[in-house]
């Protein structure tokens, strides 16, 4: 099951039980590094991208979005839901693929350090993955600075 963690809090996960299948989203306050809310958009199962591209929207200025696909984050996945998240900064959400894991960080209303690591993507391969058809997890680690904004 997908994981987000911020500041070592678990914000999205199996055990708070609002992980699921698609995308998962934890919009994160900028100042206080506190999670504000916290979904996942199926993206198997069902049209989920237009209230993805809502949620996405309505993050407030001066936050931080933290995104993981667990088991499928594309095969319903709209141009336009794509289009948002690449508004937001990914490069590798126009590549994601069936089974792709992937991670990615984006600031709302200030921009990120240049050298920051913001974005992994790791495909499903069935010659090379460690799993069977799942690639292996994959993690984005560093520390955003307090004076972004």
Sequence with gaps: ?????????????EEK???GRGINIAVVDYDTGKCMDAKYFDMWEGEF????????KK???GSLLLMVT?????????QDAK????????????NIRFRSSW???????????????????????????????????IQIEGCIPRNLR
Excluded: V
Excluded at 49 to 56: A, E, N, R, V
Excluded at 114 to 128: A, M, R, T, V, Y
């Design 1 to 13: 099951m997908a994981k987000i963690c911020f500041e070592d809090e678990q914000l999205i996960s």
């Design 17 to 19: 039980q609002n992980a």
């Design 49 to 56: 991208s237009g209230h993805m591209i809502d949620f996405i």
């Design 59 to 61: 993050a407030p200025q």
């Design 70 to 78: 667990h088991d499928d984050g594309s095969t319903k996945l709209k």
């Design 83 to 94: 289009k948002a998240i690449a508004d937001l900064g990914s490069k590798e959400i126009q």
């Design 103 to 137: 991670a990615f960080i984006a600031a709302k209303g200030f921009k990120l350090p240049d050298n920051l690591e913001k974005e992994k993507i790791n495909h499903s391969d069935g010659k090379k993955n460690r799993y069977g058809g799942w690639p292996a997890e």
